[in-house]
């Protein structure tokens, strides 16, 4: 029979899960510049704000959900 996930394992698979989101929003940014043909600087400007809004919708989605994860007396 399988245990119960760890607390570690949990935060180790939701960090893994957020940084993922953040990453696909941020080169889809990027992706999408490339079709105005833009400098090279504007192609990284364009990820590093998709990267940032990425960021900040996942911190907006997933809040820190600690609190949420003490389960005392619970099967």
Known sequence: MVGPISDEE???AT???K???TALVGLSAGLVS???DPSPT???AAVAGGLVFGGLVI???????S????RRGRR
């Open 15 to 17: 960090k893994k899960v």
């Open 42 to 44: 504007m192609f990284l």
């Open 67 to 70: 609190g949420l994860t003490q």
């Open 34 to 36: 490339l079709q105005g």
């Open 59 to 65: 911190w907006y989605v997933f809040p820190d959900t």
């Open 10 to 12: 949990r935060d180790s």
């Open 19 to 21: 940084l993922f989101f």
